[in-house]
């Protein structure tokens, strides 16, 4: 089993920066592949952000690319969403998944087995 717990949310300007943190716990997720999705009120949930297990490769949402910045300490077991020249459209609630060992970097969220709480971020204009 493999618990991730999201943290950094919160109120921002336009233009601002936020980093989300995503501590995982349980096995030894440094072999998970992780994903960041978002969901804004009366929106589906969509795709940010994916990392594979070894922190090679990242994929991203074309709406963040340049913005977003998705990296992983295995040593602490946490992924970090740096998030930069946030737009109003950015707020939702974004919550942390953890794929499969060996996974790779993927913004299918069926290929995500467990899933934070959310954190909530706000964009204010």
């Known amino acids: 089993q493999v618990q991730p717990v999201e943290s950094g949310g919160g109120l921002v300007q336009a233009g601002d920066s936020l980093r989300l943190s995503c501590a995982a716990s349980?096995?030894?997720?440094?072999?998970?592949?992780m994903g960041w999705f978002r969901q804004a009120p009366g929106k589906e949930r969509e795709f940010v952000a994916a990392?594979?297990?070894?922190?090679?490769?990242?994929y991203y949402a074309d709406s963040v690319k340049g913005r977003f910045t998705l990296s992983r300490d295995n040593a602490k077991n946490t992924v970090y969403l740096q998030m930069t020249s946030l737009k109003p459209e950015d707020t939702a609630v974004y919550y942390c998944a953890a794929g499969r060992p060996w996974g790779g970097a993927t913004m299918r969220p069926d290929e995500y087995d467990y899933w934070g709480q959310g954190t909530q971020v706000t964009v204010s204009s």
């Open positions: 990392i594979n297990y070894s922190g090679s490769r990242t």
């Open positions: 349980g096995r030894t997720t440094s072999r998970y592949n």
